[in-house]
T-cell receptor
Framework: GQQLNQSPQSMFIQEGEDVSMNCTSS?????WLWYKQDPGEGPVLLIA?????ELTSNGRLTAQFGITRKDSFLNISASIPSDVGIYFC????????????FGTGTLLAVQP | GAVVSQHPSRVICKSGTSVKIECRSL??????MFWYRQFPKQSLMLMAT?????????EQGVEKDKFLINHASLTLSTLTVTSAHPEDSSFYIC??????????FGPGTRLTVL
């Protein structure tokens, strides 16, 4: 199935550092969503983006919907140990029946 | 955010048996739910779209006779893995749409077929 290009694949950082990850696609999306998944659990929604150029924050998280509607980034500031997990971007294609295409995921490890 | 539950959280079965997984939207109604499968260290792959009151829409390569989907009410969709085999062992996750194209996910069901 189709997947979005997400990078980096993994990150190993020290507590307190800022983190940035991004997703790109050759397709135009209506909506970008960012999720976090802990081991053995379902993804939890972090941020939803609906308009091109939209910049949205949720606590220490900030995400932006690219102007071309083909990319998005997620920033985490002042990382803490509980930020550990896998982060996925997901895009909804224009005209699709709410189906999401998922990114390949970014594994984040935070060392105290 | 919206709450989506799944039952059971994990199931172990013998090869050849059928397994039913339930997905419920607890505090909202969902005309559309989605079923995903996730293999270890991989991303989520959409299997099918479950539509309340009508047939499910399956993604390419997903056998509709093997993965039976029933969406009998606005808060419940079920996925039945028929004649399960070891290669069907995976993490199955459902989601439901709420409002403006935002999907909320259930906690997942770990299926192990012996």
């Amino acid at each position: 199935g189709q997947q979005l290009n997400q990078s980096p694949q993994s990150m190993f950082i020290q507590e307190g550092e800022d983190v940035s990850m991004n997703c790109t696609s050759s397709s135009i999306f209506n909506t970008w969503l960012w999720y976090k998944q802990d081991p053995g659990e379902g993804p939890v929604l972090l941020i939803a983006l609906y308009k091109a150029g939209e910049l949205t924050s949720n606590g220490r998280l900030t995400a932006q919907f690219g102007i071309t509607r083909k990319d998005s980034f997620l920033n985490i500031s002042a990382s803490i140990p509980s930020d550990v997990g896998i982060y996925f971007c997901a895009g909804q294609l224009s005209g699709a029946t709410n189906k999401l295409i998922f990114g390949t995921g970014t594994l984040l490890a935070v060392q105290p | 955010g919206a709450v989506v539950s799944q039952h059971p959280s994990r199931v172990i079965c013998k090869s050849g048996t059928s397994v039913k997984i339930e997905c419920r939207s607890l505090d909202f109604q969902a005309t559309t739910m989605f079923w995903y499968r996730q293999f270890p260290k991989q991303s989520l792959m959409l299997m099918a779209t479950s539509n309340e009151g009508s047939k499910a829409t399956y993604e390419q390569g997903v056998e509709k006779d093997k993965f039976l989907i029933n969406h009998a009410s606005l808060t419940l969709s079920t996925l039945t893995v028929t004649s399960a085999h070891p290669e069907d062992s995976s993490f199955y996750i459902c989601s439901a749409n709420l409002g403006q194209n935002t999907q909320y996910f259930g906690p997942g069901t770990r299926l192990t077929v012996l």
